[in-house]
């Protein structure tokens, strides 16, 4: 309706000017200056219709049940052309640290003004507050107060955030204890969505209020670095680290060495290399993941089953030469 009456007043104006110019203009020229803001007003209406708003949703509620289809009707329901991007819908239940991992990875590769609807929220019908935060790259988060920004506030920055009170902003006459996903995050995230102004969801809160994990960060020493296996990649069982390459690069190592690695009470001697094919079937290896992180997995195997991981454990690697 916006983009009609909008068209409507262009089209008023400009016939209008070149009414007062008929005088001295051929008439072809008028109805060619008309296809020609035609054309224009078309393109611009057919680029908004081709790129709809985009909600991208993460859950741990799996998809045995119909959870998640609730969640994208109500959706749906508020704003129909809404373009719904299931990001997973596995997280492991329960993991905020999962869940913020996941967004960290995911929101570089979303354009400003998608939002983002979380809902891992094992406090759920708690004190635990329900928010929509922004954030400094024109993205917003509409998710439990829980944990799940830690990742991406450390990267990118919070501009603002406020709890979701408003009753308009959230769905049925009385809402669940425990299926927030369906009252609150998800009729939030489509009015945000939809343009709606997202000031009027409620009350704003201070940015350093926010819950944030606690998490630990490598440690670089003489010795070598102190760090943590914080879980593992998928079904494939890769150990995901909290080491960054450009951290493994100060141990000094070369691609094709053995690094000597010790992951809670074991130890071992793994090959460093560029990808799963350049060590043989069924042996260990380590890499640099998609994510830029020090990684280690078996080709085409299960690295933590293999060896009896189970995240988070300490990782110790120590410099070359050592």
Request: glycine share 8%; hydrophobic share 40%.
């Amino acid at each position: 309706m916006k983009i009609a009456g909008a068209k409507s007043q262009l089209f008023y104006h400009a016939d209008a000017v070149l009414k007062r110019r008929s005088s001295t203009r051929p008439r072809i020229c008028r109805v060619a200056w008309l296809l020609i803001l035609l054309a224009v007003s078309g393109m611009a209406s057919a680029n908004a219709e081709k790129y709809p708003p985009t909600i991208v949703f993460m859950t741990d509620f799996g998809v045995v049940d119909d959870s998640v289809a609730l969640c994208k009707g109500v959706m749906y329901s508020i704003m129909p052309e809404v373009r719904i991007v299931d990001l997973t819908h596995q997280v492991t239940p329960f993991s905020i640290l999962d869940g913020a991992r996941f967004l960290y990875g995911a929101t570089p590769y979303y354009p400003a003004g998608t939002v983002f609807v979380v809902v891992v929220d094992p406090g759920v019908g708690s004190t635990r507050k329900a928010i929509v935060a922004k954030s400094k790259r024109g993205q917003f988060f509409v998710l439990p107060d829980n944990g799940l920004l830690t990742l991406v506030e450390q990267r990118d920055g919070i501009e603002a955030v406020r709890e979701i009170t408003n009753p308009d902003w959230m769905i049925g006459s009385k809402l669940s204890s425990t299926f927030h996903g369906r009252d609150i995050f998800s009729p939030a995230g489509a009015h945000v969505a939809r343009g709606d102004d997202w000031t009027k969801v409620g009350p704003e809160m201070p940015v350093a209020s926010m819950v944030r994990l606690d998490l630990k960060a490598p440690r670089l020493d003489d010795r070598g670095i102190s760090a943590e296996v914080i879980a593992t990649d998928g079904p494939f069982g890769n150990l995901v680290t909290n080491v960054s390459a450009e951290d493994f690069s100060k141990l000094g190592y070369q691609r094709g060495q053995e690094v000597p690695v010790k992951i809670g009470d074991k130890e071992m001697r793994v090959k460093f290399v560029k990808t799963f094919s350049d060590v043989p079937l069924s042996q260990p290896l380590i890499y640099i993941d998609s994510r830029g992180r020090f990684a280690m997995a078996v080709n085409q195997g299960n690295f933590a089953v293999t060896y009896g991981v189970k995240p988070p454990v300490e990782l110790f690697i120590p410099r070359a030469g050592q």
